[in-house]
């Protein structure tokens, strides 16, 4: 079956740490891959995706995500958090095919603290 | 556009009434889908549309739950019963036929009492 884990469920940093968050899919067959955040009280929002091409992709609020084919992961990475970055973070994976489901992961909560 | 719309925002029923969310998509948007968000299970998808046709409803988790897309423009999830374990948030998203990013609601908090 169709699957996406994240392996942290909470994540803990203190302001101007490193942060990364990992994402593995299980699915057979060429993806897109996303990652949403979701801050407090609010909805979903895009962060970063990736179609194809070059496997690090960058998004929003010096947010960057590497493709790696081999492992199947989507890791999200940013050099250096924010306590504005406190949200909770969705991986997300659909086949590369019209029409899909889009499957997310069950989410890595991130606290910073100033 | 004014994104994805959901109504109502919060909804509190007792326990054993009928309760129906509604989704209105983004226009031209033809993928449409339903998400459950608890603490416990996280997002889970329960049913997704393209077209206006439910192509998997796998994730509805029993037939006290149903949803419809009778046009391009609306959608409904009905629970019927509801039961206080159906409390979550329920998030309506959609998609362009490009399968490009979904776009989310601000989705309705469910609380059943």
């Known amino acids: 079956a169709q699957s996406v884990s994240q392996h942290n469920h909470h994540v803990i940093l203190s302001e101007a740490a490193s942060l990364e968050l990992g994402c593995n899919y299980s699915y057979g067959g060429t993806v897109n891959l996303f990652w949403y955040v979701q801050y407090p009280g609010q909805h979903l929002q895009l962060l970063l995706k990736y179609f194809s091409g070059d496997p690090l992709v960058k998004g929003i609020k010096g947010f960057e995500a590497e493709f790696i084919k081999s492992k199947f992961s989507f890791n999200l990475r940013k050099p250096s958090v924010q306590w504005s970055d406190t949200a909770e973070y969705f991986c997300a994976v659909n086949l590369n095919q019209a029409g899909t489901a889009l499957i997310f992961g069950k989410g890595t909560t991130l606290s910073v603290s100033s | 556009d004014a994104g994805v719309i959901q109504s109502p925002r919060h909804e509190v029923t007792e326990m054993g009434q009928e309760v129906t969310l509604r989704c209105k998509p983004i226009?031209?948007?033809?993928?449409l889908f339903w998400y459950r968000q608890t603490m416990m299970r996280g997002l889970e998808l329960l049913i997704y549309?393209?077209?206006?046709?439910?192509?998997?409803d796998s994730g509805m988790p029993e037939d006290r739950f149903s949803a419809k897309m009778p046009n391009a423009s609306f959608s409904t999830l009905k629970i019927q019963p509801s039961e206080p374990r159906d409390s979550a948030v329920y998030f309506c998203?959609?998609?362009?036929?490009?399968?490009?990013?979904?776009?989310f609601g601000q989705g309705t908090r469910l609380t059943v009492v």
């Open positions: 998203a959609s998609r362009n036929r490009f399968n490009t990013e979904a776009f």
């Open positions: 226009s031209g948007h033809n993928s």
């Open positions: 549309f393209n077209n206006n046709v439910p192509i998997d």
